[in-house]
């Protein structure tokens, strides 16, 4: 069990670097936002950051589901859930 934790807790650490990556990047250039049907604002970084770390989420835990705020929740009733 502890060695599944600490594999959990590299990649939570690998996907956290992914989305600061992607968000300085995103600092360099103007910002897109644009209102969501409940009229909350998203910015096309929220969307990259989100698709990007589902992809890796989705890939190296294909069985884990995935709550989000930017896109439809996937297999929520999943032993193992991440909260992005």
Same mark, same amino acid.
């Given at each position: 069990?502890?060695?599944?934790?600490?594999?959990? *807790?590299?990649?939570?650490?690998? #996907? /956290?670097?992914?989305? &600061?990556?992607?968000? +300085?990047?995103?600092?360099?250039?103007?910002?897109?936002?644009?209102?969501?049907?409940?009229?909350? *604002?998203?910015?096309?970084?929220? #969307? /990259?950051?989100?698709? &990007?770390?589902?992809? +890796?989420?989705?890939?190296?835990?294909?069985?884990?589901?995935?709550?989000?705020?930017?896109?439809?929740?996937?297999?929520?009733?999943?032993?193992?859930?991440?909260?992005?």
């Amino acid at each position: 069990m502890e060695n599944e934790t600490k594999q959990l *807790m590299r990649f939570a650490e690998l #996907l /956290a670097d992914t989305a &600061r990556s992607i968000c +300085l990047d995103a600092l360099q250039e103007k910002q897109t936002v644009s209102l969501k049907p409940d009229h909350s *604002m998203v910015t096309e970084t929220d #969307l /990259a950051i989100e698709s &990007r770390l589902r992809e +890796l989420i989705g890939q190296r835990y294909p069985d884990h589901g995935i709550y989000g705020e930017e896109y439809e929740n996937e297999n929520i009733d999943a032993t193992h859930v991440w909260v992005l």
